[in-house]
């Protein structure tokens, strides 16, 4: 629910995005390239048909990919990023070329989404990761 009305919002005030593309079937070639060694990376050993099934589109959809003919949808790329286990944010970030954001910055973001009783417990386990004894 969160990552669609980051997408809504983002479609709506009509920020120059990969989302934005995809939503109006536009890709540019790296873009496309990205992604289709991403879907490469990502099935490794299984065939297309196997790798469709995980995915949940057919099996010439994930060849055209690969072949950097069609553009994914919106749910596809969620898919894809989820496998990647990023979000898709993160993902559309990669497929436009954007440098990598720290992790470190993703972390202290969610810390601060976090409870009191929350933090206690992530001291707990810092604190015994730093003193193992």
């Given amino acids: 629910m969160q990552l669609h009305l980051q997408y809504s919002t983002l479609a709506c005030v009509g920020e120059y995005s990969l989302v934005n593309q995809v939503a109006k079937k536009k890709m540019d070639r790296e873009a496309k390239e990205r992604f289709a060694q991403c879907v490469k990376s990502l099935r490794g050993d299984r065939n297309h048909r196997q790798f469709a099934e995980l995915i949940g589109v057919s099996r010439a959809t994930i060849q055209a990919w690969e072949d950097c003919r069609v553009i994914p949808k919106r749910e596809s790329l969620q898919t894809i990023a989820e496998l990647r286990g990023e979000s898709l944010d993160e993902f559309m970030g990669f497929l436009q070329g954007l440098p990598k954001k720290d992790p470190m910055d993703k972390l202290i973001t969610q810390i601060g989404g976090l409870s009191q009783k ?9 604190a015994s990761r730093l003193d193992p004894s």
Avoid: F, H, S
């Fill in 118 to 126: 929350q933090i206690a417990t992530l001291l707990r386990a810092v």
